[in-house]
């Protein structure tokens, strides 16, 4: 029974440590793609367009917030589900 | 990474690692975590005054986060923090136009790093006695009645006595927060103390305004956290307009750290429902400590304070 609980630890881990993965590589794409492909563009506007800079900047950290939000619930929830449905399962065999 | 707008490099995982400690802590005491962020910054080699902006920055898109999951546990009086809002405003401009004065006399490094040092041993010391004192009155609930309303157990509350008892017209109430009348000028008092040092010391000024609001106002802990990061978006928000204005702000840098804040604020808001006050209080009290001795360290370091 030990045995089992522990696998089933290893299991939730497993997939926690998945979805971090899974994370890490979303947000390293948006690293690469998103953030290097912006900064030209966000170079010369805080060089030249202070005004359209600023409103840039909160528009970005706002949109950012909103959208990791999004993602990082998603991805809790998901991991909530799996322990949800692991417990059931383990008092089903107790 | 090369951030061209400040003309730094930096190592994003760094500031992804930053951004994740301080968006576990910000999320769990209802701060911006500038007290943490900023020095982390400067001793990765940030100029201070972009480091005031860029901080106020990511801790706006943060804080979005960690309110938002707050509001779902119902810990956000948004009347409060919407009649703070003229005051928080006011102050963040007051600061931001004190570190453009500084920044002119080229005093901004050492005038900054010392007051925001001095700032964070004091908070240390109050809230740690404090909340100890609280946890000490054993043989009661974990609330107190305070002027007639049900609180937090607080073990100051002079302050809370002197904020309700002061006459001068208009009043206003909180339900939410169990304050049932009080002058308008000690709510709107508090919003400019905490949006001033907000736009001096970047950050939303949370290690400032949430310790007010539970030993000024007289607002729960809980509700303390809750509200004062819906006030920190505002400031923030106003603060960086300001600061990028002034070309304070490296934007690039603050979406990178907030790709490890927004799982942060998710981890330390969930975990504020684990908690009393008292204790809340208690484990937040040594992590302004920390910060400032960073701060200090890094004065020393670059020559700009000396023995």
Same mark, same amino acid.
């Given at each position: 029974m030990k045995k089992k609980g522990g696998l089933r630890a290893v299991g939730s881990y497993g997939l926690l440590l998945l979805e971090v993965g899974v994370y890490a590589l979303l947000v390293t794409g948006y690293l690469l793609l998103v953030l290097q492909s912006l900064r030209p563009f966000l170079l010369d506007t805080f060089e030249h367009w202070r005004i359209l800079y600023a409103c840039l900047a909160v528009l970005l950290m706002l949109g950012q917030g909103f959208v990791l939000e999004f993602l990082t619930s998603l991805l809790v929830g998901l991991f909530a589900r799996t322990r949800r449905r692991d417990g059931r399962a383990t008092s089903g065999v107790s | 990474m090369d951030f061209p707008i400040s003309g730094v490099h930096l190592s994003p995982f760094w500031l992804i690692g930053i951004g994740f400690v301080v968006g576990v802590l910000g999320g769990f005491? +209802?701060?911006? +975590?500038s007290f943490l962020a900023a020095p982390a910054l400067y001793m990765l080699g940030l100029p201070m005054h972009f480091v005031v902006g860029t901080d106020l920055a990511h801790i706006m898109g943060k804080s979005v986060v960690a309110a938002k999951k707050h509001f779902k546990l119902g810990n956000v009086d948004v009347k409060l923090g919407l009649v703070m809002v003229g005051g928080t405003i006011a102050g963040v401009e007051l600061g931001a136009q004190a570190v453009q004065a500084l920044k002119r006399q080229n005093l901004a490094d050492v005038v900054l790093g010392c007051a925001f040092s001095a700032i964070l041993i004091a908070l240390s010391a109050f809230i740690g006695w404090e909340s100890l004192s609280a946890l000490k009155r054993?043989?009661?609930?974990g609330q107190v009645k305070v002027a007639g309303t049900v609180q937090d157990?607080?073990? !100051?509350?002079d302050l809370i006595k002197k904020a309700r008892s002061f006459?001068?017209?208009?009043y206003v109430s909180f339900p939410a927060s169990g304050i049932a009348k009080i002058s308008l000028w000690a709510v709107l008092g508090v919003g400019l103390l905490g949006g001033f040092f907000s736009g001096l010391?970047? +950050? +939303?000024?949370g290690y400032i305004r949430m310790p007010s609001l539970v030993y000024v106002l007289g607002v729960p802990t809980h509700v303390a956290i809750g509200t004062d990061l819906f006030e920190v978006i505002i400031s923030a928000g106003y603060g960086t307009v300001s600061h990028a204005l002034k070309g304070n702000v490296d934007i690039l840098i603050a979406l990178v750290m907030h790709t490890g804040a927004a799982v942060g604020a998710q981890i330390g808001a969930a975990a504020t429902?684990? !908690?009393?006050g008292p204790k809340i209080r208690l484990a937040f009290a040594p992590l302004p400590i920390l910060g400032a001795a960073v701060l200090i360290y890094d004065l020393f370091h670059k020559g700009l304070l000396k023995l």
């Open positions: - | 005491f +209802g701060v911006g +975590g054993r043989g009661r609930s157990r607080i073990h !100051f509350t006459r001068l017209p208009p010391l970047g +950050g +939303g000024a429902e684990q !908690f009393r």
